[in-house]
């Protein structure tokens, strides 16, 4: 037996389908028109969206065609590789079994293309021209730019200033892709100009990069907005992770006890956990476990409330765990976890039981992934080093209580453009920042007040 097993599967087995668990649920709660406080219709999303986003943003059905304009893109890495680590359950002496999806082999190098290459087909659809978004660590702007250049769109980023300095290779990937990258909160909006007077120095946040972004989409005809998590039509593009590793998992002869994902706006823990739901919700014992960093606990410290989408107040109001969209996180590397909101499906999920949450400090996360590299040979990204710091814990619990259970856990993309964060963890430099709770009751102070006939 090989010290690592890969299942693969062929491009026969790629997915056809997108799933989406609003059809499982109870109908969601409706978003809120930020005007009036009344719940949004398809034109209210217009400006912003593409019809075809927008009809997957309220959908009830359970399966969504996946168009095949974009499963041929998603052929230039999909299927993604399910891996058996077997050298980490040697290191940690564990009886547990750990499987991970890997999703790091995309061109970007992470799992956001699998809503980027279906929102820009949408948006090319529909005479588009031109694509305006945010990112946080990167991996969801040079994910919208490669996207962008294959369906001839052109694509502005606005990157939270904190990553954008201390990840210039993404930056400079993004511009490899033909997009450009600024760095937010930036004097290109009054949104972005707002921030910077307050505080010329503000390291920015994914709330008021999402500002900058749908301002100027809003302000042109020609424009639409892009998002990397969070929204429904998001988490559904995901779930061909999901729908990937059941079939993986059948050719390895096991089942999940416990699905792990890293969390921040929602994304890729739903594409790995919300297929797995499906069949909880039909009685399989499964638990799902979401994981996020202590600096920016939304779903382990935030109310569920509705709450404006980014700082500047120009999204809808959406129901979520949220830590209010003026919260500013501290400058941590895992970037893409730094969102003050929680997805709505997740958010739903949590409340329904369907799932559980933790949160760890970046230190012992960085500190099992490189435990992890240097048993399984990958690098990991720092948002992914959150699911590989909870599937250790929950091997080593199994090692603790004689149990055999089998782990899966979505390695959302690799670290090959954050070997700064490393050396800086190498070099003690790292360091776990209290979370300032006057300061997150200082946010939640500023909820949104909604009809009653809402909440």
């Known amino acids: 037996m090989s010290e690592s097993t890969k299942y693969l599967l062929s491009e026969e087995r790629l997915p056809k389908a997108w799933y989406n668990l609003a059809a499982d649920l109870q109908a969601p709660a409706p978003p ?28 009830t059905e359970r399966w969504i065609d996946i168009p095949e304009p974009v499963r041929e893109v998603y052929r230039l ?47 090319k659809q529909e005479g588009v021209a031109r694509l305006t978004t945010e990112t946080g660590a990167g991996q969801w702007g040079s994910s919208l730019a490669f996207a962008g250049h294959l369906f001839g769109l052109a ?56 500002s900058e972004a749908v301002e100027l989409a809003a302000s042109r005809d020609d424009t639409r907005y892009a998002l990397g998590s969070v929204l429904n039509h998001v988490c559904l593009h995901q779930t061909v992770i999901g729908e990937e590793a059941m079939l993986q998992m059948d050719m390895a002869d096991a089942e999940p006890d416990i699905v792990i994902g890293c969390v921040g706006g929602g994304s890729n823990f739903a594409g790995m956990a919300f297929p797995y739901m499906r069949e909880k919700l039909k009685g399989k014992a499964v638990r799902c476990i979401g994981v996020e960093p202590t600096s920016c606990p939304t ?21 979520m765990y949220t830590l209010g969209s003026g919260f500013m996180p501290p400058g941590t590397h895992a970037g893409g976890l730094r969102y003050h909101g929680m997805a709505p499906m997740v958010t739903q999920a949590m409340e329904h039981g369907l799932m559980e949450a933790r949160a760890y400090q970046q230190t012992e996360c960085f500190a099992a992934a490189v435990e992890f590299a240097r048993c399984e040979g990958i690098v990991p990204a720092p948002e992914s080093s959150h699911a590989i710091k909870a599937a250790v814990d929950e091997a080593l619990r199994c090692k603790a209580e004689g149990k055999a259970e089998t782990i899966l856990f979505n390695l959302s993309g690799h670290g090959h453009f954050d070997m700064q964060a490393y050396m800086d963890y190498f070099a003690g430099k790292m360091t776990d ?23």
């Open 77 to 123: 890495w999909r299927p993604s590789p399910l891996v058996r680590a077997r050298r980490l359950e040697k290191a940690l002496d564990t009886p547990a079994k750990i499987f991970f999806k890997y999703e790091g082999v995309s061109p970007a190098g992470s799992h956001k293309p699998n809503s980027a290459v279906a929102q820009a087909f949408y948006n």
């Open 155 to 210: 694509v502005e980023v606005y990157m939270v200033r904190i990553s954008y300095n201390q990840k210039p290779y993404r930056r400079a990937l993004m511009e490899t892709y033909g997009a450009t990258c600024i760095a937010s909160p930036s004097p290109n909006t009054a949104a972005g100009r707002a921030v910077l007077e307050r505080d010329p120095e503000s390291n920015g946040s994914l709330g008021i990069a999402i």
């Open 299 to 319: 779903l382990t410290k935030g109310p569920v409330a509705y709450d404006f989408g980014d700082t500047g107040k120009l999204t809808p109001l959406m129901r």
């Open 433 to 455: 920042t209290p979370f300032d709770d006057a300061a997150l009751d200082s946010s939640l102070a500023t909820l949104p007040k909604v009809p009653e006939m809402a909440e």
């Open 32 to 59: 809120l028109h930020p005007a009036t406080g009344q719940p949004l219709g398809p034109d209210d999303l217009a400006p912003l969206f593409p019809r075809g986003v927008i009809e997957q943003e309220m959908s």
